[in-house]
């Protein structure tokens, strides 16, 4: 079975046909069972249990759907900055608020970046309620951005390529990853990527899973590809370091304890999906 990242799935109904209707949109907002999503530094609130913290509705900017019948909200706040500082303020986040809380934070910093009309310079307003902006100069209409980016593991004899950045704890390695660039597909952008970073040749890419990452607003395309030689050449402007791992050092990471010398990325990351889905494949299974 394909596995399901951190911030994916179904969320709430988005409701996309009543966006065009903003009169209707408004009586949603008066509804009696209507909330508002509470804002705390920047991020949408959790309280103990992890679960999204709500309350009546005083500014209704954002529609992001229904739950059942019942209307949802977000006020236009200034979200929090990099990821790398929001990190661990999301680790108790539950699964099952994720998808929400990664569309509205991605939303809310797209209306804090895109206040003005990109082909005439004039200030935007909100509409379809609040997932697109309108010049009401030049008519022009603009919409939330997604970013896409491959993250993939390379793999060679039985190991598996990862890599690391001066910004992570110590022994933290994660997969390699990349921005897809104009002109160019999903394969190719792993190919190019594992070669720049790691002077490795690969091929056989396979998609495996994707997952939307608010930070801002990018879309991480999880992919597996097969190196066609284990000798890496570094690029140290991108990377710290790379190394092969095998099995039995990522599931001592993965598991823990005295005898681990990996630290995995964190349970919110695709990385620790994809390594947690080839670990629970058997030796030569993930073969095309």
């Given at each position: 079975?394909?596995?399901?990242?951190?911030?994916?799935?179904?969320?709430?109904?988005?409701?996309?046909?009543?966006?065009?209707?903003?009169?209707?949109?408004?009586?949603?907002?008066?509804?009696?069972?209507?909330?508002?999503?509470?804002?705390?530094?920047?991020?949408?609130?959790?309280?103990?249990?992890?679960?999204?913290?709500?309350q009546e509705?005083?500014?209704?900017?954002?529609?992001l759907?229904?739950?059942?019948d019942?209307?949802?909200?977000?006020?236009?706040v200034?979200?929090?900055?990099?990821a790398?500082?929001v990190?661990?303020?999301?680790?108790?986040?539950?699964?099952?608020?994720?998808?929400?809380f990664a569309?509205?934070?991605?939303?809310?910093?797209?209306?804090?970046?895109?206040?003005?009309?990109?082909?005439?310079?004039?200030?935007?307003?909100?509409?379809?309620g609040?997932?697109?902006r309108?010049?009401?100069?030049?008519?022009?209409?603009?919409?939330?951005?997604?970013?896409?980016?491959?993250?993939?593991?390379?793999?060679?004899?039985?190991?598996?390529?990862?890599?690391?950045?001066?910004?992570?704890?110590?022994?933290?390695?994660s997969?390699?990853?990349?921005?897809?660039?104009?002109?160019e597909?999903?394969?190719?952008?792993?190919i190019?990527?594992?070669?720049e970073?790691?002077?490795v040749?690969?091929?056989d890419?396979?998609?495996i899973a994707?997952q939307?990452?608010?930070?801002?607003?990018?879309?991480?395309?999880?992919?597996?590809?097969?190196?066609?030689?284990?000798?890496l050449?570094?690029?140290?402007?991108?990377?710290?370091?790379?190394?092969?791992?095998?099995r039995?050092?990522?599931?001592?990471?993965?598991?823990?304890?005295?005898?681990?010398?990996?630290q995995?990325?964190?349970?919110?990351?695709i990385?620790?999906?994809?390594?947690?889905?080839?670990?629970?494949?058997?030796?030569?299974?993930?073969?095309?």
């Amino acid at each position: 079975m394909r596995p399901e990242a951190f911030f994916s799935g179904p969320g709430l109904d988005r409701a996309d046909a009543l966006r065009a209707t903003p009169d209707r949109i408004a009586d949603l907002a008066n509804q009696a069972d209507a909330l508002e999503l509470v804002w705390r530094d920047g991020l949408p609130a959790m309280d103990d249990a992890g679960a999204l913290v709500w309350q009546e509705v005083g500014d209704p900017s954002l529609f992001l759907g229904l739950e059942g019948d019942s209307p949802r909200f977000s006020p236009l706040v200034e979200p929090a900055g990099a990821a790398f500082s929001v990190l661990p303020l999301i680790a108790q986040l539950d699964c099952g608020a994720a998808p929400l809380f990664a569309a509205a934070l991605s939303l809310t910093r797209w209306h804090s970046r895109h206040r003005f009309c990109a082909n005439c310079g004039h200030s935007t307003d909100i509409v379809r309620g609040g997932w697109s902006r309108s010049c009401s100069r030049c008519s022009a209409e603009h919409f939330p951005r997604v970013d896409p980016v491959v993250i993939m593991l390379v793999e060679h004899e039985g190991r598996v390529l990862l890599g690391r950045q001066p910004h992570y704890p110590p022994n933290r390695y994660s997969a390699l990853a990349g921005f897809v660039e104009v002109g160019e597909s999903i394969e190719d952008a792993v190919i190019r990527e594992v070669k720049e970073e790691a002077g490795v040749e690969v091929g056989d890419v396979r998609y495996i899973a994707s997952q939307p990452w608010p930070f801002p607003s990018s879309l991480m395309l999880g992919c597996h590809a097969w190196a066609q030689s284990g000798d890496l050449v570094i690029d140290t402007t991108e990377l710290e370091d790379a190394r092969w791992f095998t099995r039995d050092e990522l599931a001592r990471g993965i598991r823990g304890g005295e005898d681990a010398t990996f630290q995995p990325p964190p349970h919110t990351a695709i990385a620790r999906t994809l390594l947690e889905h080839w670990l629970g494949l058997e030796a030569g299974q993930s073969r095309p």
